[in-house]
């Protein structure tokens, strides 16, 4: 696979089958995705990686919290900015609703769409979990070279036939993953990622998600 090929075939996998990632594979992307480039090769980024009996074990203590506190603990940062603007709002909007169509999830039936987000919290029933921390004393653009990690491993995790899932809705859960993973004070959670083998029958991993035309989004100054 070339990068082209690991670029396009990479989109959010919300469906996994139980098939096991090995240990060493993972280890592996990291160990690669370490060459991700940062400002002043700071690499601000952490990871946790759940498998296995901590991955169930964490699980089972979310589930169990979630039925108490079904919107969760808060966030420590805004996922989205307040008020959200044109066209962001929009493409979230849609973005929203092509995914809920998948599953012919109508926008009435809110229990059913609280129960697929909810999802989220199961890690889509992937067999690995990575945890991405950033230090506190860090700002906007040592959160953009975590980004730039993050798709690294993404892009690897494709070479190697896994798929992924970003989760910025553990920021939701950002007390109890701290606590469960013993983070000392200075590190905040940024998000999740699920990792593992993408279940091809589930309808919701049908959904392409659109992207703005390059014109849209570039101006070339080339003339
Ligand atoms: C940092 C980050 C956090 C995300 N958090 C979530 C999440 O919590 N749950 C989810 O289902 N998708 C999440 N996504 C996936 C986005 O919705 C997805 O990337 C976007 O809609 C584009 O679709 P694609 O990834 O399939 O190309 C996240 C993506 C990123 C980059």
Redesign the pocket.
Known sequence: MNVTEAVET???C?AFLDTPVPLDMLREILQIARRAPSGGNLQPWQVHVLAGAPLREFVTLIRSKLDLQPEGEGTEYD?YPPNLKEPYRSRRFK?GED?YATLSITRAERPRRLAQ?AR?YEF?GAPAALFFVIDRAMGAPQWADI?MF?QTIMLLARERGLHT??????ASWHRTVAEFLRLPPELML???MAVGYRDEQAPINR???DRAAVDELATFHTA
């Open positions: 990479r989109m959010s919300r996922v973005c995914l987000f989220n889509f980004g993050l899932c970003p989760q910025e809705a553990w940024f998000c999740g959904l392409r998600t």
